[in-house]
């Protein structure tokens, strides 16, 4: 009979959050596969756990994968966790969840810590309706294409960002949604020097240019209103195609990325875009 594989949530940041369940799932099955075996050491070290582990992590997935899996087919039960949060999510332990599942293996998710949900709980802006966008890409080129794909949604939607880049994420917000979008930046969740700063992405770019930022963020970001959902002008998609063209993508990309972003036809898109080439072009002739 194969075994179990428990998801199960550490801390991220205060150890006093890791539950009496979470903690008792760890001691009880046969390995755990870690994001960092170092790491989390250290949380087996504070809860006097001693368990053997296996690295699972972004570029072991698929050899990984398969070694987890043959031992949970034989039976062994196995706790699944990443540095910090609740695995699978943002996470390539959906992989594992994925080849288990296919499998036939039992998943068993734990509650607890989570980034995203702590960040959006205390940001003040509407949590009915969200959504969790992640990382942005490092490339400048995809981070505007997502940020593009974006411009007209009117959920609340959640960032993870790194401090090296945060000021770069904040100028490319700012000019996606406008300056004066509102954001919560949560800075150092549940740690000593834990911050939530409640401004507008404008305010929030000028700040961290004089101030740099420091530790991890997850960045909370008010939805689009009814007027700033509404459809662009043809004459505003088309600008918006041309910068995206600038930054490298084909006319075709850009005229998807853009149509989809706005509700515009992207037939209608493309052959505005085509003339407006030519007309270009003529005029240099």
């Given at each position: 009979m194969a075994g179990i594989l428990y998801l199960?949530?550490?801390?991220?940041?205060?150890?006093?959050?890791?539950?009496?369940?979470?903690?008792?799932?760890?001691?009880?099955?046969?390995?755990?596969?870690?994001?960092?075996?170092?790491?989390?050491?250290?949380?087996?070290?504070?809860?006097g756990i001693k368990k053997p582990m296996v690295s699972y992590y972004r570029h072991n997935t698929e050899a990984?994968?398969?070694?987890?899996?043959?031992?949970?087919?034989?039976?062994?039960?196995?706790a699944l966790v990443t540095d910090a949060g609740t695995p699978a999510v943002s996470d390539p332990g959906e992989d594992l969840v994925r080849l288990c599942?296919?499998?036939?293996?039992?998943?068993?998710?734990i509650p607890g810590p989570c980034a995203l949900v702590t960040a959006l709980s205390v940001s003040g802006l509407p949590t009915g309706r969200f959504t969790f966008e992640g990382f942005l890409a490092m490339n400048k080129k995809n981070r505007r294409a997502h940020l593009e794909e974006l411009a007209g949604e009117?959920?609340?939607?959640?960032?993870?960002e790194a401090p090296h880049k945060l000021t770069a994420t904040l100028a490319d917000l700012a000019e996606a949604f406008g300056p004066d979008r509102r954001i919560s930046l949560c800075r150092e969740l549940t740690k000593l020097h834990e911050e939530v700063r409640r401004t507008t992405l404008g305010e929030a770019s000028a700040w961290y240019q004089e101030n740099p930022p420091r530790g991890e963020f997850v960045l909370v970001v008010e939805g689009a209103t009814q007027e700033d959902a509404e459809l662009p002008t043809?004459?505003?998609?088309?600008?918006?195609?041309?910068?995206?063209?600038?930054?490298?993508?084909?006319?075709?990309?850009?005229?998807?990325?853009?149509?989809?972003?706005?509700?515009?036809?992207?037939?209608?898109?493309?052959?505005?875009?085509?003339?407006?080439?030519?007309?270009?072009?003529?005029?240099?002739n």
């Open positions: 199960v949530p550490t801390p991220i940041g205060n150890l006093g959050d890791i539950s009496q369940r979470m903690a008792d799932t760890l001691a009880a099955v046969d390995f755990i596969a870690a994001e960092d075996t170092r790491v989390s050491l250290k949380l087996l070290n504070h809860l990984g994968g398969q070694a987890v899996l043959g031992r949970l087919l034989a039976g062994e039960s196995c599942a296919a499998s036939g293996v039992e998943v068993v998710a009117r959920r609340t939607m959640i960032f993870y043809l004459e505003e998609a088309l600008e918006r195609v041309e910068r995206l063209r600038q930054e490298g993508l084909s006319l075709k990309d850009a005229c998807r990325q853009v149509a989809k972003a706005t509700g515009l036809p992207k037939n209608e898109l493309y052959g505005q875009a085509v003339e407006q080439s030519r007309d270009r072009l003529n005029e240099g």
